[in-house]
């Protein structure tokens, strides 16, 4: 087992109040990692922590270590910038840009990356749009807003724009949670074909889902990591009372 | 029933409203049509044309004055873009919270100061630095341009569009940073998610989706510094010139009407400043139209 992620001491804050406390994790390389737990249970800032886009936010902080490939993307020498592009991120909405057309939405960030070259442009999106599994609704529109596709569609648009700039890890906040079951399924599919070639971290608040479609699971609870174990233990053995409350429905 | 009967209420109410600003805009314009129609029928085109303004021969053109307008708003407006810019991003985007409410509010301030201070501060601080350390430096190192030459006498071109870039200022600024408010931070996440900088969710994110609300706001700056008599009347020099020079004196279109309305005596006189307010009008709904088009043409065509 290669360590993709690991997760020490990390805390978050939200002005003065705590969201996150003294989680220690390991993520494995090309695994598909579920994060579960009730709303408000911090699993939203804990993958927000993974990228440092929790940061951005007015009055956030986050304490601990986070080491991508043994490096801490904490240090000081580490920019925020290019910790994100290795490490991107699916929202719990779909936020395509909306100014744009489908074709530049995936280009957008190759474009920062610094790639020019035009051809090496569109193969890379024609690439990144097959692999999110959305290339034949889009192909004949590649030029129309991103805007005009169904919500789904702009869900794996947002999958094909983040993978478009080959992130060696893809957070997932909760991705299909707005969209309809079809579009659900399609999704989950997506995340069983792309962990080849990625590490996972995908929070969801369905518990199926999470027992479908991930190898390990977490649960949170107030801030905490209650249990951290392989996904079939999770749910045929748990080993926390509060986590076989949460995953046999008695709260949440 | 009676829900129904309320919405037919309504919905009266509101076409009854809605009719009052039509009949507004169109007294405006029979009353100023109306009133200039001995001047339109004397002077015909001459009078856009020809640079004349001459009470005692009664003769009138009012081309200085449109020149006067539209320069020292365009002056206005360069000098006020960037600088509302930069206020709106600070604001909306990178000022702590504190700073932002202080900020911001005095930049509503700075909106509610009345004009005729503006002026006085113009006339007596501005202008006195600007004929001292301002021309003389800009005649100095940028005099081979036609712009910066001529003897620098403080009041003039380039004083009115300062004091009517200040003026609009608040006016863009404000509602720029309102328009940049109003982009989710969704959609700005989802550009520091790819590894947008901080400047490139700005300039990817925030500007294109800001774009039309941005053209809005601009051409509510530049309506204002149009229309804008009192300051720019003390700061412009009020004289019917033409020159290239931004140092030399100029008169605008608010600020002769101003000037003058009370000594026009003979008919003629009175009909000319009223056409000059006609112009006004309609140089005001060109740019309003100019903003409309741009708004329409940012969009993007799905």
């Known amino acids: 087992m290669t360590k993709k992620l690991v997760i020490e001491h990390l805390n978050a804050w939200f002005g003065t109040i705590q969201a996150l406390k003294d989680i220690n994790l390991d993520i494995e390389e090309n695994s598909v990692t579920a994060v579960i737990g009730p709303s408000g249970c911090g699993k939203t800032t804990f993958v927000r922590c993974l990228n440092r886009i929790h940061e951005v936010v007015d009055n956030a902080k986050v304490k601990g270590n986070v080491l991508l490939d043994g490096e801490n993307i904490y240090s000081n020498t580490m920019d925020p910038v290019l910790v994100r592009r290795r490490i991107g991120m699916v929202f719990q909405k779909p936020n395509p840009f909306p100014t744009m057309s489908i074709f530049e939405n995936v280009a957008a960030g190759l474009r920062l990356n610094g790639t020019k070259k035009k051809n090496e442009i569109a193969d890379v999106v024609e690439k990144s749009i097959k692999m999110a599994a959305l290339w034949d609704e889009v192909k004949d529109k590649l030029y129309k807003s991103a805007t005009t596709l169904s919500g789904g569609q702009q869900q794996r648009l947002c999958i094909a724009r983040t993978i478009a700039i080959e992130p060696e890890v893809i957070l997932m906040d909760e991705p299909a949670s707005a969209l309809d079951p079809i579009s659900t399924a399609r999704i989950e599919e997506l995340i069983q074909q792309i962990k080849e070639r990625y590490t996972i971290v995908i929070v969801t608040h369905n518990m199926q889902q999470a027992a479908r479609v991930s190898d390990y699971t977490g649960f949170f609870l107030l801030g905490e990591l209650i249990e951290f174990n392989r996904t079939s233990d999770i749910f045929t053995n748990p080993g926390d009372k509060r986590t076989e409350d949460y995953i046999t429905g008695r709260f949440g | ?302």
């Open chain 2, 1 to 302: 029933m009676g829900t129904r009967f309320g919405d037919r209420i309504i919905k009266l109410l509101s076409l009854l409203f809605a009719s009052i600003i039509i009949l507004l805009i169109a007294g405006i314009i029979y009353e100023l049509i109306s009133g200039s129609a001995r001047s339109l029928s004397t002077f015909g085109w001459r009078f856009l044309v020809t640079s004349t303004w001459d009470p005692v021969s009664k003769v009138f053109g009012a081309l200085p004055f449109i020149f006067g307008t539209v320069v020292s708003s365009f002056i206005a407006l360069c000098i006020a873009l960037p600088l509302s810019m930069g206020i709106a991003i600070f604001l909306s985007e990178l000022a702590p919270k504190k700073v932002r409410v202080y900020v911001s509010l005095m930049i509503e301030m700075l909106a509610a100061v009345p004009s005729i201070i503006y002026g006085l501060w113009g006339l007596f601080v501005m202008t006195p630095f600007l004929q001292v350390h301002v021309e003389p430096f800009l005649g100095r190192y940028l005099g081979f341009i036609p712009l910066f030459q001529g003897p620098p006498v403080g009041v003039g071109m380039l004083a009115g569009g300062l004091i009517l870039s200040i003026m609009i200022i608040p006016t863009i600024a404000s509602i720029t940073r309102d328009i940049f408010n109003t982009i989710p931070t969704l959609s700005k996440e989802a550009g520091y998610a790819i590894g947008m900088t901080r400047w490139e969710v700005i300039a990817k994110v925030v500007f294109p989706q800001a774009r039309s609300g941005m053209v809005g706001a601009i051409m509510l700056g530049f309506g204002r510094a149009l229309g804008e008599t009192m300051a720019i009347t003390m700061v412009i020099g009020n004289a019917p010139a033409i020159s290239a020079s931004l140092f030399s004196p100029a008169y605008t279109l608010s600020s002769v009407i101003a000037n003058e309305f009370t000594e026009a005596t003979s008919k003629i006189y009175i009909s000319s400043l009223i056409e000059l307010a006609l112009l006004l009008f309609i140089i005001s709904m060109i740019f309003n139209a100019i903003a409309k088009l741009l708004i329409r043409k940012g969009r993007f065509s799905a």
